[in-house]
């Protein structure tokens, strides 16, 4: 098994996409990061492989596509046919508009087909393959990026690689720290340690907080999520992006003496493409440690805009690491309490709290995805939970790595092979000058026996996360589902007992929201079902449910004591 058997995990990001093998070499599990293929525009450009692969596709006029490097270059060029952040879409409309000729799903697909083909290209092509998903992602966002991922090993004709669907990412990233992040590891040092993992990436916050104890009965190193995770689809890395394209929207227009409303809508877009572009290499370069002290400036080449800009000189963007704290400090520090405006330090504080817990209760902070490198979001989470914040030892692929991780420990030949190795780990404990601060800060509350070697149980909570209502009257929806619910679960009958408003027909419609209140509330399903013979008005409907182990909802819904009609979350 283990010796010629390789477990790939992807992480198919909102700005970046990686892969990530775990195969076993020597009689230990490597992990080994795949390059992608940047696909060139023309023959004069060089065929470039990355790690960390632009999440950017360009549909040229004549009818190539390009994905990677190149396809977000041509922003500069032919903005109109590029697509970035589409996992943010996902879960949306699937039809095209003036502005969008092809869905998040498409673009989606096509990222999906270069990872696949390195994987067959490195050897992998009957191997296990699952993709990593944000907590805060819907039924419909999930069943989106399986669906795109189905389409693309068609297309490419892979029928041997095996798609073990989706893992959640934040989960993905605790096995990653349990089992691969040596600062953690020299920080075990108690019966139980509570960990709050944050992952920030560019398009979704998950947050979730683990307990991880050891078992000294059995010698087991358990990790397990048993609080309410925070999931947030709305605020991440691109919101940072965001504010940060106005700061420079608003200079340019400035600089040009303009009104936004002189500037075609066509043009705007254009602009907006173009300044999250160059947002993003701002930010890069800003985050990065030895750039601390420096400017980071760009000149504005704007060709190709209706609007005519000659009259000025060229907009020349110049930012400093201190004016984009500036920028950023609403989404970091906002101090209202109530309101829409989300921040930093209202998540956390709103999550401890949904838990019932204080930030005494935290033993340190896990933090990972695209925006970790920013030093402000620790200083911001310390401010709220003065613990030590461990930063992922490689945020951006820490991801990918668990995902290949979960599914080596799903077989018990992995899971004993990686006990071993985490058991060599703590046993020779790393004395790096970081993780000697940390631990530290660490051992201030810490003091029991140090943990001399373990096996290893990591559970994924097995939880719903939303609540899904039905409604067959157009009135209030009525929940079926608690977010509580557990998963998988066999048929079970639902204590909601509905009426029939119609003597032939009812119309089933299902949602997904956090509440019967939540304004972001989802219409997952609807469909009408005719009844074999007349009913009288205010029948009873019985409604029964199951879900599987990938969250597939399906839905029962008997009248008068007829076969049940059914319909689920992944029907077209």
Not at 154 to 172: I, Q, S, W
Not at 174 to 187: D, K, P, T
Not at 282 to 309: P, Q, V
Request: include cysteine; proline fraction near 3%.
């Amino acid at each position: 098994m283990a010796g010629r058997k390789a477990f790939y995990g992807i992480d198919l990001g909102t700005t970046h996409t990686v892969v990530v093998k775990a195969t076993k070499e020597g009689g230990e599990w490597k992990y080994v990061k795949l390059k992608l293929v940047n696909m060139p525009i023309s023959e004069l450009d060089d065929i470039k492989e990355t790690e960390l692969l632009p999440s950017a596709v360009y549909f040229a006029k004549d009818g190539r596509i390009i994905v990677g490097e190149y396809a977000k270059e041509a922003i500069h060029f032919d903005p109109e046919r590029v697509y970035i952040n589409a996992k943010i879409d996902l879960g949306g409309s699937l039809r095209k508009d003036q502005y969008n000729e092809h869905t998040p799903q498409e673009v989606s697909k096509e990222i999906l087909k270069v990872c696949f083909a390195k994987i067959v290209e490195d050897g992998g092509s009957n191997a296990s393959v699952r993709i990593s998903v944000p907590a805060a992602f819907s039924q419909d966002k999930r069943s989106d990026t399986e669906n795109a991922a189905k389409q693309a090993l068609f297309e490419l004709g892979y029928k041997d690689l095996k798609l073990v669907r989706t893992t959640e990412e934040p989960f993905a990233a605790l096995v990653n720290l349990v089992v691969n992040e040596n600062q953690f590891i020299n920080m075990v040092q108690s019966n139980k340690n509570t960990i709050m993992l944050i992952d920030i990436g560019g398009g979704t916050m998950d947050i979730i907080i683990s307990d991880i104890s050891q078992d000294k009965a059995n010698n087991v190193l358990k990790a397990s999520t048993p609080y309410e995770p925070a999931k947030h689809d709305e605020f991440a890395g691109a919101k940072f992006d965001y504010e940060m394209m106005k700061k420079f929207m608003a200079d340019f227009l400035n600089h040009y003496e303009l009104y936004e409303h002189e500037v075609p809508e066509q043009d705007l877009i254009i602009l907006e493409k173009r300044m999250l572009l160059i947002t993003e290499d701002a930010k890069k370069f800003l985050c990065n440690k030895e750039n601390a002290s420096r400017t980071y400036e760009f000149t504005c080449d704007f060709e190709g805009l209706r609007i005519d800009l000659s009259q000025k000189e060229p907009f020349k963007i110049s930012i400093s690491k201190k004016q984009m704290d500036i920028a950023l400090d609403g989404l970091l520090n906002s101090k209202e309490e109530y309101g829409t405006n989300q921040s930093i330090k209202r998540i956390i504080r709103k999550t401890l709290s949904d838990n019932g817990l204080s930030p005494k209760d935290i033993d340190c902070i896990y933090l990972t995805g695209g925006m970790a490198n920013y030093d402000q979001i620790s200083n911001t989470i310390k401010s709220v939970i003065q613990k030590p914040v461990i930063v992922a030892k490689e945020p951006l692929y820490c991801t990918a790595i668990g995902v290949a991780l979960s599914l080596v420990i799903q077989t018990p030949e992995g899971t004993a092979e990686i006990s071993k190795a985490l058991q060599k780990k703590m046993s020779t404990r790393n004395n790096d000058e970081e993780t000697e601060i940390i631990t530290r800060e660490f051992e201030t509350e810490k003091q029991e026996e140090i943990i001399s070697g373990a096996n290893i149980d990591i559970s994924e909570t097995k939880r719903m996360g939303m609540s899904y209502y039905i409604d067959v009257e157009d009135k209030m929806p009525v929940e079926i589902i608690s977010k509580d619910e557990s998963y998988p679960c066999l048929l079970k009958n639902s204590n909601v007992k509905l009426k029939t408003s119609s003597q032939s027909r009812m119309n089933l419609v299902l949602y997904e929201g956090r509440s019967v209140y939540d304004c972001g509330m989802r219409l997952l399903r609807k469909k009408t079902v005719e009844f074999s013979e007349m009913v009288n008005i205010g029948t009873t409907i019985d409604i029964s449910y199951k879900i599987d182990a990938n969250k597939l909802i399906t839905i029962y819904a008997s009248v008068d004591g007829e076969a049940p009609f059914e319909f689920n979350t992944e029907e077209d």
